[in-house]
């Protein structure tokens, strides 16, 4: 069961991570964008950053949709940081580039899954993960969850070493539900993580603890 965050935000990892729960962090090229990070060697700097603040594994995206340019930043990626994984979209020149990184021994998440379709042939490629959009397949009125299921069914029946990385997690339900249905690491917005510590009956039990506590004092 591990947390990884889906930021690029140095502020939230570093939160995250000293609540002693973080796991890994995610990020994507949207994401890269909404902290204004621009250019090739900032953008590798920021990963190096990441890669500091967390030991686990940091997903960077490649850019490129061609086979021999994914490759080459696949490489680059991966000699930031022995903790960088590569995320590579589900195209058919992506699963062709992670079956080479795999054999080069190359870590890569498999990103942009919609359907357990993609999900098997990211498998049999060799991907570390795949990471399949809860939210987005919520938004279009279908139940992200049931992918999530189907491919934990899929991989266990095979004793599939790819990990199942649930994404596009929208609040703390999505995160409870995929972990109940065995997905191997969740990866959500702070405030979704954030979200799991909150219950009315803590706050007011609390109270209540508190202002007894105030009585024993007297
Ligand atoms: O992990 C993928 C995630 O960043 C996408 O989230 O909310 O844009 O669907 P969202």
């Given at each position: 069961?591990?947390?990884?965050i889906?930021?690029a935000?140095?502020?939230?990892?570093?939160?995250?991570y000293?609540?002693?729960i973080?796991?890994?962090?995610?990020?994507?090229p949207?994401?890269?964008?909404k902290?204004n990070?621009?250019?090739?060697?900032?953008?590798?700097?920021?990963?190096?950053t990441?890669?500091?603040?967390v030991?686990g594994?940091?997903s960077a995206?490649v850019?490129?949709?061609?086979?021999?340019?994914?490759?080459?930043e696949a490489?680059?990626?991966?000699?930031?940081?022995d903790?960088?994984?590569?995320?590579?979209?589900?195209i058919k020149?992506?699963?062709r580039?992670?079956?080479?990184?795999?054999?080069?021994?190359?870590?890569?998440?498999?990103?942009?899954?919609f359907s357990?379709g993609?999900?098997?042939l990211a498998a049999?490629?060799?991907?570390?993960y795949?990471s399949p959009?809860?939210?987005?397949?919520?938004?279009?009125n279908?139940d992200?969850?049931?992918?999530?299921e189907?491919?934990?069914?899929?991989?266990?029946?095979?004793g599939?070493?790819?990990?199942?990385l649930?994404?596009?997690i929208?609040?703390?339900l999505?995160?409870?539900?995929s972990f109940?249905?065995?997905?191997d690491?969740?990866?959500?917005?702070?405030d979704?993580i954030?979200?799991?510590?909150k219950h009315?009956?803590t706050?007011i039990g609390l109270?209540?603890?508190?202002?007894?506590?105030?009585?024993t004092?007297?």
């Amino acid at each position: 069961m591990k947390f990884f965050i889906d930021t690029a935000n140095l502020h939230q990892i570093q939160q995250a991570y000293d609540l002693g729960i973080l796991d890994g962090v995610t990020t994507n090229p949207s994401l890269m964008a909404k902290e204004n990070i621009k250019g090739e060697k900032a953008i590798y700097q920021h990963y190096k950053t990441i890669c500091e603040i967390v030991p686990g594994d940091v997903s960077a995206e490649v850019f490129a949709t061609d086979y021999e340019g994914i490759i080459r930043e696949a490489e680059l990626l991966a000699d930031i940081a022995d903790n960088i994984v590569v995320k590579v979209p589900m195209i058919k020149e992506g699963i062709r580039a992670i079956r080479y990184l795999t054999n080069q021994g190359i870590r890569t998440n498999c990103t942009l899954i919609f359907s357990a379709g993609q999900a098997i042939l990211a498998a049999k490629a060799g991907a570390t993960y795949v990471s399949p959009f809860i939210g987005r397949i919520d938004d279009t009125n279908w139940d992200g969850m049931d992918l999530i299921e189907q491919i934990v069914n899929i991989y266990a029946n095979y004793g599939t070493p790819t990990e199942v990385l649930a994404a596009s997690i929208r609040n703390p339900l999505h995160i409870i539900r995929s972990f109940e249905l065995g997905a191997d690491v969740v990866t959500c917005p702070l405030d979704s993580i954030l979200g799991l510590l909150k219950h009315p009956l803590t706050d007011i039990g609390l109270s209540k603890f508190l202002a007894d506590a105030e009585k024993t004092k007297a």
